[in-house]
């Protein structure tokens, strides 16, 4: 079978390296792709908006599963598309896409089946906005309602700070029509988890718990980007949590869409807040989480291609009853970005060291923003590498990960040097101080 993934990420160069090494698939293409993905597959010179384009390279080269990154495409309905000619796609349609691409439908969503999440209001006019900001007692997150690149959330700690927001999304218009209506809810205080399932019409098979880091600096300190770091599992949702997040979120969020007529099939992504009450479902993606896919694929031994294949044919129980097959080493992901990112960067620096990095036992360097030009591989993006490792315990994945680190440079390269500590720390307890003896 031959396969199309479609994005040009380091998510997207994850599954074009898992799905290669299916002894199913004869061949992946990856549309527009990067330096990474042209390795590992072959690149095709197709953006992810652009369906018509999509779909005829689709039918001439007789492409048998076809896999979204990106949650663009998806907004736009690209699964629609594919499946009215005929083809085969894994993703969710435009419909069911909308529990990503619009907050006030997923908060609806959510409190309609009475899942876990902060309370809120929604607005389409900034004065009832204000009103209510300046009654609440207690600090706020506002979020434009559509995508808005991951930046439509803005997490206040004051009232001025929420108004500035609400002038920020819907005054000043930001983010454009994605911020014509407003969410506006309690800010929660915990540490953060995605859990992510394949869904097909009833059947959902969670994948291992993992934690992202969105903050562009050491001790989760700067801007919001899209992901720095992860590490797979997270030795905080222990197994308990996990099946109380498996009945009180995942299965009713899937049957709640299956009531309302937007039946999903593709990567549930629930990005939750684990507060002192329980876990929270502070937004949910319809994708695989970037870079969550990294270590997360790194662990997977099933045949992804068949998974992916049995999810698109609403057959994915067969899987459900197996479960999966992952490699016990934790993996863990550390990505290198353009000094700048999230705001400007620049781009087109040569990046050097990426052979000597990729010889390393259990290592692999996935490509997000690089590009080949006349031989060299050069950045060209805000993140440019996911470097990976698996470990015998975190503490090693997170040392062969940054033993990789190590070896690579390019110009203004940057990266948080504490990813996975947070888990580290829980999984190997310190001693206890005098403080904690005397409290007890
Ligand atoms: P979202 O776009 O809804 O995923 O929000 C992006 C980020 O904003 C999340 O990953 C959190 O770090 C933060 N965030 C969103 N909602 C809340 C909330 N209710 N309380 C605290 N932080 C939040
Ligand atoms: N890493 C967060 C996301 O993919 O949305």
Not at 366 to 391: K, P, Q, S, Y
Request: proline residues 7%; neutral net charge.
């Amino acid at each position: 079978m031959k396969v199309l993934v479609i994005g040009k990420g380091g998510r997207e160069h994850a599954l074009v390296w898992k799905l290669a090494q299916s002894p199913r698939v004869e061949r992946v293409f990856c549309a527009p792709g990067n330096a990474g993905t042209a390795e590992d597959g072959v690149n095709v010179d197709i953006e992810p908006t652009e369906f018509d384009k999509l779909v005829r390279f689709a039918v001439r080269e007789g492409i048998g599963l076809t896999v979204v990154g990106p949650e663009e495409p998806l907004a736009l309905g690209i699964v629609d598309f594919f499946q009215k000619h005929g083809l085969r796609i894994f993703g969710p349609t435009k419909a069911a896409a909308e529990l990503e691409s619009s907050k006030v439908f997923a908060k609806e969503l959510m409190h309609w089946a009475d899942i876990p999440t902060a309370d809120f209001r929604v607005f389409d006019h900034p004065d009832p906005a204000r009103r209510y900001i300046e009654t609440r007692d207690y600090p706020l997150v506002v979020k434009a309602d559509g995508l808005a690149g991951g930046k439509g959330a803005i997490v206040c700690s004051t009232t001025e700070e929420a108004l500035a927001a609400v002038e920020h999304i819907m005054v000043r218009e930001a983010f454009g029509p994605a911020g014509r209506r407003v969410v506006i809810e309690k800010r929660l205080e915990g540490q953060e988890v995605s859990i992510l399932a394949f869904v097909s019409g009833r059947a959902i098979v969670p994948l291992p718990p993992t934690q992202d880091h969105k903050a562009a600096f050491d001790g989760d300190q700067g801007p919001n980007t899209g992901g720095m770091g992860a590490y797979c599992p997270a030795p905080i949702v222990t197994p308990d949590l996990m099946r109380e997040i498996e009945t009180t979120i995942l299965v009713p969020t899937v049957h709640a869409l299956k009531r309302w007529r937007r039946t999903f099939c593709g990567v549930l992504y629930a990005g939750l807040m684990l507060t002192n009450q329980g876990p929270r479902v502070l937004e949910f993606n319809v994708r695989f989480g970037d870079p969550e896919c990294q270590p997360l694929l790194m662990r997977l031994k099933t045949d992804l291609a068949e998974l992916l294949t049995a999810a698109a044919d609403e057959t994915l129980e067969s899987f459900a009853e197996d479960r999966l097959d992952w490699d016990p080493r934790p993996a863990l992901c550390v990505v290198l970005a353009s000094k700048g990112y999230p705001g400007a960067y620049q781009k087109g620096r040569a990046i050097l060291g990426l052979d000597v990095a990729a010889r390393l036992p259990d290592v692999k360097v996935f490509h997000a923003g690089t590009r080949r030009v006349e031989g060299r591989i050069v950045t060209d993006g805000g993140r440019v590498l996911g470097v990976t490792a698996l470990g015998n315990d975190l503490a090693d994945a997170k040392k062969r990960a940054y033993e990789a680190v190590s070896r690579i440079e390019f110009g203004g390269m940057f990266f948080r040097r504490d990813i996975g500590d947070k888990a580290i720390a829980l999984s190997a307890p310190a001693p206890p101080t005098p403080q904690d003896r005397s409290s007890t």
